[in-house]
């Protein structure tokens, strides 16, 4: 299973945008790449995934590296209900398993 | 409506009990799977479940026994509990596909004296 690599945890003002960074240098052709938070005793969220091209939502962008060795995902104004782990995973097509990592522990400050 | 139900929400029990979780979800997914937090805070996946079928399953111990009484509910069994099955433990389920994004449920705490 293709591993990541991420912060362990990052800061960001409220209203600011954070640029979560994720490093997946033995990404497959057939790996997707999602990203999952998880606030505070909750079960984990997800936030996006994609597999080459950039991908927006209502939560967040992702931008993907044209390489796809790496991806960052982006939170355009963070506020404080986004302090959270958030996870960066590659999802195999061929097995179907999320394998989570350590995550990156965020922290948003009024 | 709560997309994916895990009860009970926290479990206290003794040593060499046995005990069982249930999941349920509604929204019509073929695919469930049971995830184990432990207090490092990994999550690691146990198994999975495709039309009450089984396609995951990890390296678990076998007095660990998921149950799917039909697509809508994955249940989890554990006999002999031991202190290192003290978790927290979460369902999920997802439409089908391998890489469709999965729905996580509240967790069940587990704790083991």
């Known amino acids: 299973d293709a591993k990541t690599t991420q912060p362990n945890s990052m800061e960001s003002n409220e209203e600011e945008p954070v640029h979560l960074p994720c490093n997946h240098s033995t990404i497959s052709g057939t790996d997707y790449i999602h990203w999952y938070r998880q606030l505070p005793s909750q079960g984990p969220e997800y936030v996006i995934h994609g597999l080459t091209s950039n991908v927006n939502n209502r939560m967040a962008s992702l931008a993907i590296a044209e390489d796809r060795k790496s991806s960052t995902l982006i939170l355009h104004r963070a506020t404080l209900r986004d302090a959270a782990v958030y996870y960066c995973?590659?999802?195999?097509?061929?097995?179907?398993?999320?394998?989570f990592g350590q995550g990156t522990t965020l922290q948003v400050k009024p | 409506d709560t997309a994916v139900s895990q009860t009970p929400k926290y479990l206290v029990t003794q040593m060499g009990n046995d005990k069982s979780i249930k999941c349920e979800q509604n929204l019509g997914h073929d695919t469930m799977y049971w995830y184990k937090q432990d207090s490092k805070k990994f999550l690691k996946i146990m198994f999975s479940y495709n039309n009450k079928e089984l396609i995951i399953n990890e390296t678990v111990p076998n007095r660990f026994s998921p149950k799917s009484p039909d697509k809508a509910h994955l249940n989890l069994h554990i006999n002999s509990l031991e202190l290192g099955d003290s978790a927290v433990y979460f369902c999920a389920s997802a439409a089908g596909g391998k890489t469709d994004t999965q729905y996580f449920g509240p967790g069940t705490r587990l704790t083991v004296l």
């Open positions: 995973i590659l999802l195999s097509g061929n097995t179907g398993k999320l394998i």
